[in-house]
């Protein structure tokens, strides 16, 4: 059985990429496969931007993610670079630059492309979303 590493670069709502990498996720899986990370990056970043709201019946990616993390074990790496540059900061990231409140979502670990290269040694396959 293979070790997947997942490589998530579209943001939340940008078409159906979310739910199709949940859903490969899910049927890895299944089917016997190991999936190690999750790793945010760029516009990815987004995804654990816990000010998101649900929406009505609306997929809403944050919590697929967090049911994987919880159900799988599954490690969720925020690119911490990518993630301030972008307005998704942690507690230690808002409290230095004063900023009121921080917005990362519960079950993200914030690291460095360092950290998700050295994870890459541990898996068979990176797909991309």
Same mark, same amino acid.
């Given at each position: 059985?293979?070790?997947?590493s997942i ?18 996720i ?23 931007n816990?000010?998101m709201?649900?929406?009505?019946d ?7 993610? !967090? *049911?994987?993390?919880? /159900?799988?074990?599954?490690? %969720?790496?925020? $690119? ?19 900023v ?9 670990? !914030? *690291?460095?492309?360092? /950290?998700?290269?050295?994870? %890459?040694?541990? $898996? ?6």
């Amino acid at each position: 059985m293979a070790h997947y590493s997942i490589l998530v670069t579209s943001s939340p709502y940008e078409g159906q990429h979310a739910q199709r990498a949940v859903a490969f996720i899910k049927s890895a899986i299944s089917q016997g496969h190991t999936v190690n990370n999750i790793f945010f990056y760029g516009q990815g970043v987004h995804h654990a931007n816990g000010f998101m709201v649900e929406v009505g019946d609306e997929f809403y990616p944050l919590k697929a993610w !967090q *049911a994987l993390k919880n /159900e799988h074990n599954i490690s %969720l790496l925020l $690119c911490i670079t990518a993630a301030i540059k972008r307005g998704v900061i942690g507690e230690q990231e808002a409290a230095s630059a004063g900023v009121s409140a921080a917005n990362v979502a519960d079950g993200f670990e !914030q *690291a460095g492309l360092g /950290e998700f290269f050295t994870a %890459l040694h541990d $898996c068979d396959k990176v797909v991309q979303f």
